[in-house]
């Protein structure tokens, strides 16, 4: 089972360059979310997808934007990529039915660095 | 609004020791999951234990054990027979079962594993 498919795994991007991060999904789940994870700070929420239709902003959303395509995927776009978005990205779902197999299931992570 | 916090930012134990990773957590909720991930070097988010807050038992899942204590709204992970294979990122994590269904991850403790 392949689980969450993040694209890229690593990229550069010179500051003011757009770019999008994919993500998929075959699990039918339906929250999708996203992190970013910085030294000392932990995994920190960008935004997520509670179900197909909609998102929400999390902790830190100021200079993403992001689109539920479908229930399988949801992509997160740097539109003029800044220093200070340098990061570790993390895609995640969970199904939210409560039940016992809650949790969330990672991608692999993408490595972005912004020059 | 949520909050998870992990005050240690680093702990180091000896090999066939236990430790104890603190996490305490602020909701005003009283139906949630509480989450320890294990991120080692590879990147990977892996779930070590997963505690339903309307559970009283502590959940266990072989050399992992949490206390579990809601009314201090504290999570705490033991590693009884520490291996070299648990050095890693450990991070805490909350979830709602409100409805909301995000994830809050405290800021992790990197635990070292002595040889």
């Known amino acids: 089972n392949a689980g969450v498919t993040q694209t890229p795994k690593f990229q550069v991007l010179k500051t003011g360059q757009s770019m999008t991060l994919q993500c998929a999904q075959d699990?039918?789940?339906?929250?999708m979310y996203w992190y970013r994870q910085d030294p000392g700070m932990g995994l920190r929420l960008i935004y997520y997808?509670?179900?197909?239709?909609?998102?929400d902003k999390g902790e830190v959303p100021n200079g993403y934007n992001v689109s539920r395509l479908n229930k399988r995927e949801f992509s997160l776009r740097l539109e003029s990529a800044a220093p200070s978005q340098t990061s570790v990205y993390f895609c995640?779902?969970?199904?939210?039915?409560?039940?016992?197999?809650?949790?969330?299931?990672f991608g692999s992570g993408t490595q972005l660095s912004v020059l | 609004a949520q909050t998870v916090t992990q005050s240690q930012p680093e702990m180091s134990v000896q090999e066939a020791e236990t430790v104890t990773l603190s996490c305490t957590y602020d909701t005003s909720e009283s139906d949630y999951y509480l989450f320890w991930y294990k991120q080692p070097p590879s990147r990977q988010m892996i779930l070590v234990i997963r505690?339903?807050?309307?559970?009283?038992q502590n959940a266990t899942e072989n050399r992992f054990s949490v206390n579990f204590q809601k009314a201090a709204k504290s999570f705490s992970l033991k590693i009884s027979d520490s291996q070299l294979g648990d050095a890693a990122m450990y991070f805490c994590a909350y979830s709602s079962n409100s409805g909301t269904y995000k994830y809050i991850f405290g800021t992790g403790t990197r635990l070292k594993v002595l040889a």
């Open positions: 699990m039918n789940h339906n929250s």
């Open positions: 997808s509670a179900s197909e239709g909609t998102t």
């Open positions: 995640a779902s969970s199904p939210t039915n409560r039940g016992l197999n809650e949790k969330l299931f």
């Open positions: 505690q339903e807050a309307y559970k009283q």
